[in-house]
Nanobody, 117 residues
Framework: QVQLVESGGGLVQPGGSLKLSCAASGRIFSLYTMGWYRQAPGKQRELVAVITAGGSTNHADSVKGRFTISRDNAKNTVYLEMNNLKPEDTAVYYC???????????WGQGTQVTVSS
C-alpha cells in the first residue's frame, strides 16, 4: 500500500504562482511513475502532468509553459510548480502513483487550488 499526501494548495490571484508537493510512502519511490491530475466542479478528472521513473515528463497542452512537474527521489516527493495561474486552473489537484510491478494505481486525497481576484 502506498500513501500519498498532497500539500501547497490555496487561494491565489490570477497571474500568481503556487507549488504543490506530494509526499509518497514506500521504499521504491524512484521506480514510481508519478502524476498530477485535477478535477474542476462539474468536469471529469484530467491529467495535468506526469513524470516517469527515468525523469521524462509530459504536460497537458493547457499548462505547457506555465506548469512544471519534478521529483526528488531522496525526499520521496513529487512537485508541481504552477506559474501564471488562470481562473480556469481552479480545481482539486490530485497526486497519482503508478507503482511497479504491473500497474498499481494510488491516489492522494487532493488539494484545492482556487485562482480568483
Amino acid at each position: 500500500q502506498v500513501q500519498l499526501v498532497e500539500s501547497g494548495g490555496g487561494l491565489v490571484q490570477p497571474g500568481g504562482s503556487l507549488k504543490l508537493s506530494c509526499a509518497a510512502s514506500g521504499r521504491i519511490f524512484s521506480l514510481y511513475t508519478m502524476g498530477w491530475y485535477r478535477q474542476a466542479p462539474g468536469k471529469q478528472r484530467e491529467l495535468v502532468a506526469v513524470i516517469t521513473a527515468g525523469g521524462s515528463t509530459n504536460h497537458a497542452d493547457s499548462v505547457k509553459g506555465r506548469f512544471t512537474i519534478s521529483r526528488d527521489n531522496a525526499k520521496n516527493t513529487v512537485y508541481l510548480e504552477m506559474n501564471n495561474l488562470k481562473p480556469e486552473d481552479t480545481a482539486v489537484y490530485y497526486c497519482n502513483a503508478d507503482v511497479p510491478p504491473g500497474r498499481n494505481i494510488y491516489w492522494g486525497q487532493g488539494t484545492q487550488v482556487t485562482v480568483s481576484s
